[in-house]
């Protein structure tokens, strides 16, 4: 029986940029995630040559890695604050060179929030901002990946139209894709944990954004119910989600080479149960 060949977990970075692969590795993993840089930070120590040549050698020597990069939180493309929006692309735009740099193929980030301007207005700003980071980075092979949220507070990003949305008015196509939290999924209502329930998603998945537009995964478990619009991960099968359902994602044919990442909490070996846990749920008879 064969389980999925690219499951991974977010890594820490801590010590070394190369580290995170070593931790992948450790935990036989296929895929992982990791920051380029201090996530709550806005600068960015350059990347030397050294540090870029021992990155690209351990992914030799260990992987290859199907690999993403997370951007920065503190990145906000739907603020009407012209300054920091224009922060945020900046931002954004360095760490796009960063992973171009790196070879590392996504960068997956959070859309924004609208902080009180509405959601069309939000949205619209989002699409303007993506659309200069794409050419600012124009010939790049690295692609900007949003990320489904919770829907907290004033966060876009958490119905399918809004994905629908960017992907159609952000530019070029090619270079867009989009994550799938489950966790958010669960807290932005949208209901997928029976066998009918994720057919029926899984159809408005085809019908708004495209199957093969969903190039990663977070698989988190929740620990808010199902509408709560609130953002906490919980350990796989301890939360509202429960086991069984991470097994139609990772068991769909259509998913079966989309990378997919854990970001539950850095518990004890909690990677290393969490991980054990999907690879029996994804296993084919």
Not at 5 to 18: D, F, Q, T, W
Not at 179 to 195: F, I, K, N, V, W
Not at 259 to 278: I, Q, S
Request: with cysteine; charged share 25%.
């Amino acid at each position: 029986m064969s389980t999925h060949p690219y499951l991974g977990a977010h890594m820490s970075i801590a010590g070394g940029l190369h580290l995170a692969l070593e931790e992948a590795a450790r935990h036989r993993s296929g895929a992982v995630q990791l920051f380029t840089k201090t996530s709550n930070q806005w600068a960015a120590k350059p990347l030397t040559d050294e540090v870029i040549r021992v990155f690209q050698e351990t992914n030799a020597r260990l992987g290859p890695f199907e690999m993403a990069a997370h951007s920065s939180y503190l990145l906000n493309f739907g603020s009407a604050d012209e300054a920091l929006w224009q922060r945020s692309i900046d931002a954004f735009v360095v760490e796009l060179e960063r992973c171009e740099a790196l070879g590392i193929p996504r960068l997956v980030f959070h859309p924004g929030a609208h902080m009180g301007t509405g959601e069309p207005e939000g949205l619209r700003r989002v699409a303007i901002a993506l659309r200069q980071a794409i050419a600012r980075t124009a010939g790049f092979r690295t692609r900007l990946v949003i990320e489904s949220t919770a829907g907290q507070g004033t966060c876009l990003g958490h119905k399918l139209e809004h994905l629908e949305f960017l992907l159609q008015e952000s530019g070029d196509s090619g270079r867009l894709g989009i994550c799938l939290d489950t966790c958010h999924l669960l807290a932005a209502g949208y209901d997928y944990r029976g066998a009918e329930g994720y057919a029926g998603f899984r159809e408005q998945l085809r019908a708004r954004l495209g199957l093969d537009s969903i190039v990663w995964f977070h698989l988190n478990d929740s620990k808010k119910d199902l509408g709560s619009r609130v953002d906490r991960h919980e350990n796989i099968g301890d939360g509202h989600i429960g086991r069984k359902p991470f097994g139609f994602f990772l068991k769909d044919p259509v998913f079966r080479n989309v990378p997919m990442v854990l970001e539950t909490p850095k518990e004890e070996e909690g990677d290393k149960r969490n991980l054990a846990t999907l690879r029996r749920l994804s296993r084919l008879a």
